[in-house]
C-alpha cells in the first residue's frame, strides 16, 4: 500500500513539474511548464490541458483525499480554466497560478497527516471530472463565439 501511495506521489510529482515548472526563464528564477504553452492554442490548448489536470484529482481521491480537500482541488482547475480564458491576459495568469502545483501541494500536505487514509470515494470524483469539464467546455464553446464575432465585425 505505502509503496503504491509512493508510486503515484512521484508520477504525481513528475506530471505536476512537466506541467507548470519544466523549463527555466533565461536570466530569472522563474520556471514554465507545458501548460501555459500548450494554452496558447486558441480554444483547445486550454480544454486538453484540463483533462490531463483531472487526472491529478482523480488520483487524488484514489489517495483518500476528504471531499473538501477535492472541492478546493476542483476550484483551483476551474478558476484555472477561467482565468486562462481572456485572450493573452489568461495566458500570463496561467503562467502565474499553476494550479496543477497548488494541487499537488494540497496532496502532500494532507498525505503528510499522521491516520488512516478513507478509501476513494469514486461517485464524487466522477461528479466533480463532469463538472469540471463541463465548466472548460463551456468556456471553450465561448471562446469559439467570441473568436467568430469578432472575425465576423472584422470581415463585414
Known amino acids: 500500500m505505502q509503496l503504491h501511495r509512493d508510486k503515484t506521489i512521484?508520477?504525481?510529482?513528475?506530471?505536476?513539474?512537466?506541467l507548470d515548472n519544466a523549463f527555466p526563464i533565461p536570466g530569472t528564477k522563474y520556471r514554465v511548464g507545458i501548460d501555459p504553452i500548450i494554452g496558447l492554442l486558441p480554444g483547445g490548448g486550454d480544454v486538453a490541458m484540463s483533462f490531463v489536470s483531472s487526472y491529478i484529482l482523480i488520483e487524488a481521491a484514489r489517495l483518500g483525499l476528504p471531499r473538501p480537500t477535492l472541492l478546493r482541488m476542483l476550484w483551483n482547475l476551474i478558476l484555472d480554466a477561467?482565468?486562462?480564458?481572456?485572450p493573452m491576459a489568461g495566458d500570463f495568469v496561467d503562467l502565474a497560478w499553476k494550479a496543477n502545483s497548488k494541487n499537488l501541494a494540497l496532496i502532500e500536505a494532507h498525505l503528510a497527516?499522521?491516520?488512516?487514509?478513507?478509501?476513494?470515494?469514486?461517485?464524487?470524483v466522477a461528479l466533480l471530472i463532469v463538472i469540471f469539464l463541463a465548466v472548460v467546455i463551456a468556456l471553450g464553446m465561448l471562446t469559439v463565439l467570441v473568436i467568430s464575432t469578432i472575425w465576423n465585425a472584422i470581415a463585414a
Not at 10 to 18: F, G
Request: hydrophobic share 45%; aromatic share 8%.
Open 10 to 18: 512521484a508520477r504525481l510529482r513528475s506530471l505536476t513539474h512537466l
Open 82 to 86: 477561467l482565468l486562462g480564458i481572456v
Open 113 to 124: 497527516k499522521p491516520g488512516k487514509q478513507a478509501k476513494a470515494d469514486y461517485l464524487f
